[in-house]
C-alpha cells in the first residue's frame, strides 16, 4: 500500500470519526477493503498523533479544548447554565464549613450563592470570588497570596502554593479547563498546573463545577486523574452517555436544572 493511498485512508477514517464520534474496527475493515490488522495499525498511527482514542473494537474522537477568552468575558457565557450550576454546588456548602473556592467564571456564580450562608469561610486565589463575598456578613473571606495572572483574575506561583499547602479545608470546589474520562483532568496553561495540583491536596472532597462544553475534552497538560473528582456538578445539556462514563468511575453527578 503506498504512503498516499495509506494517508488518504487515515483522512477517510478522521472525517468518519468526526460524523459519528466512533468507528468500529470491522466497519472500517469492511468499507476500505483492508485487514483488521492493517485498521488496527491504522489507529494506533492516529492515537499516537492524539487525534483520537482507541477503545475495545474500535476508537472515539478526542476532542481539544479550544482555547479560553478572559474570565471577564466568560462570565457572561452560557450565564443560565453557570447560575444554575452555581446554585446547585453551594447547595452542597453547609453552615460552618471551610472551603477553597478556586478560579474561573463558573465559580464566581457558586459564590454568589454562598452569600446567605452562616459562620462560613472561603480560601480562594480568585479576585472574582473575593469581590462577590467581600459583603457577606456570615462568610470570613481569605485571600491567598502570589503573582495575578491578568486574565483570570487569578493568584498563581510559589506564593499561592506554599499558602494552600499550610491549610486544610472541608471540600474543595474548582472549575476545570478540560475532563476526559481517560485522560483525566487536564489544562491549557502551564503555569497554573502546579498550584492546581496544591490546592487539590487541601482536602478528599472534590467538588468540580464545569458545564457541557467542558467535558469530553483534552488540554495540553496533565492536572490530575478523574477519579480525583468527587463531586461534578455539571448542567443539563452534558451528553448522558459522557455522565455515565464518569459514574463508572465513581463521580457523583449533580447536573443543575435552569
Same mark, same amino acid.
Given at each position: 500500500?503506498?504512503?498516499?493511498?495509506?494517508?488518504?485512508?487515515?483522512?477517510?477514517?478522521?472525517?468518519?470519526?468526526? $460524523?459519528?464520534?466512533?468507528?468500529?474496527? =470491522?466497519?472500517?475493515?469492511?468499507?476500505?477493503?483492508?485487514?483488521?490488522?492493517?485498521?488496527?495499525?491504522?489507529?494506533?498511527?492516529?492515537?499516537?498523533?492524539?487525534?483520537?482514542?482507541?477503545?475495545?473494537?474500535?476508537?472515539?474522537?478526542?476532542?481539544?479544548?479550544?482555547?479560553?477568552?478572559?474570565?471577564?468575558?466568560?462570565?457572561?457565557?452560557?450565564? =443560565?447554565?453557570? $447560575?444554575?450550576? %452555581?446554585?446547585?454546588?453551594?447547595?452542597?456548602?453547609?453552615?460552618?464549613?471551610?472551603?477553597?473556592?478556586?478560579?474561573?467564571?463558573?465559580?464566581?456564580?457558586?459564590?454568589?450563592?454562598?452569600?446567605?450562608?452562616?459562620?462560613?469561610?472561603?480560601?480562594?486565589?480568585?479576585?472574582?470570588?473575593?469581590?462577590?463575598?467581600?459583603?457577606? %456578613?456570615?462568610?470570613?473571606?481569605?485571600?491567598?497570596?502570589?503573582?495575578?495572572?491578568?486574565?483570570?483574575?487569578?493568584?498563581?506561583?510559589?506564593?499561592?502554593?506554599?499558602?494552600?499547602?499550610?491549610?486544610?479545608?472541608?471540600?474543595?470546589?474548582?472549575?476545570?479547563?478540560?475532563?476526559?474520562?481517560?485522560?483525566?483532568?487536564?489544562?491549557?496553561?502551564?503555569?497554573?498546573?502546579?498550584?492546581?495540583?496544591?490546592?487539590?491536596?487541601?482536602?478528599? $472532597?472534590?467538588?468540580?463545577?464545569?458545564?457541557?462544553?467542558?467535558?469530553?475534552?483534552?488540554?495540553?497538560?496533565?492536572?490530575?486523574?478523574?477519579?480525583?473528582?468527587?463531586?461534578?456538578?455539571?448542567?443539563?445539556?452534558?451528553?448522558?452517555?459522557?455522565?455515565?462514563?464518569?459514574?463508572?468511575?465513581?463521580?457523583?453527578?449533580?447536573?443543575?436544572?435552569?
Amino acid at each position: 500500500m503506498s504512503v498516499s493511498l495509506k494517508t488518504a485512508r487515515q483522512q477517510q477514517i478522521l472525517q468518519a470519526i468526526r $460524523n459519528d464520534r466512533q468507528v468500529t474496527v =470491522a466497519r472500517l475493515s469492511e468499507r476500505f477493503s483492508v485487514s483488521e490488522v492493517t485498521v488496527r495499525r491504522d489507529l494506533s498511527e492516529l492515537e499516537e498523533a492524539g487525534t483520537l482514542r482507541r477503545v475495545h473494537g474500535g476508537a472515539v474522537l478526542v476532542e481539544q479544548a479550544a482555547s479560553e477568552p478572559p474570565v471577564v468575558q466568560r462570565l457572561h457565557e452560557h450565564e =443560565a447554565l453557570k $447560575n444554575a450550576i %452555581g446554585r446547585a454546588a453551594a447547595a452542597l456548602v453547609r453552615d460552618g464549613d471551610t472551603l477553597f473556592l478556586g478560579s474561573g467564571s463558573t465559580t464566581a456564580y457558586v459564590a454568589r450563592y454562598l452569600t446567605d450562608h452562616k459562620d462560613l469561610t472561603v480560601i480562594t486565589n480568585a479576585l472574582t470570588v473575593a469581590y462577590e463575598l467581600a459583603l457577606a %456578613g456570615g462568610v470570613t473571606v481569605v485571600v491567598t497570596g502570589g503573582v495575578m495572572r491578568i486574565s483570570e483574575l487569578s493568584l498563581i506561583g510559589h506564593l499561592t502554593e506554599a499558602a494552600v499547602r499550610e491549610l486544610h479545608v472541608d471540600k474543595v470546589i474548582i472549575g476545570m479547563r478540560a475532563i476526559s474520562s481517560v485522560e483525566g483532568m487536564t489544562h491549557d496553561y502551564l503555569p497554573e498546573v502546579m498550584t492546581d495540583r496544591a490546592i487539590l491536596q487541601m482536602a478528599e $472532597n472534590l467538588v468540580v463545577v464545569a458545564d457541557h462544553t467542558k467535558l469530553g475534552k483534552v488540554g495540553p497538560v496533565f492536572v490530575a486523574p478523574t477519579e480525583r473528582i468527587r463531586t461534578l456538578v455539571t448542567d443539563s445539556v452534558a451528553d448522558g452517555k459522557y455522565l455515565d462514563e464518569l459514574k463508572a468511575l465513581g463521580i457523583q453527578i449533580v447536573v443543575a436544572k435552569c
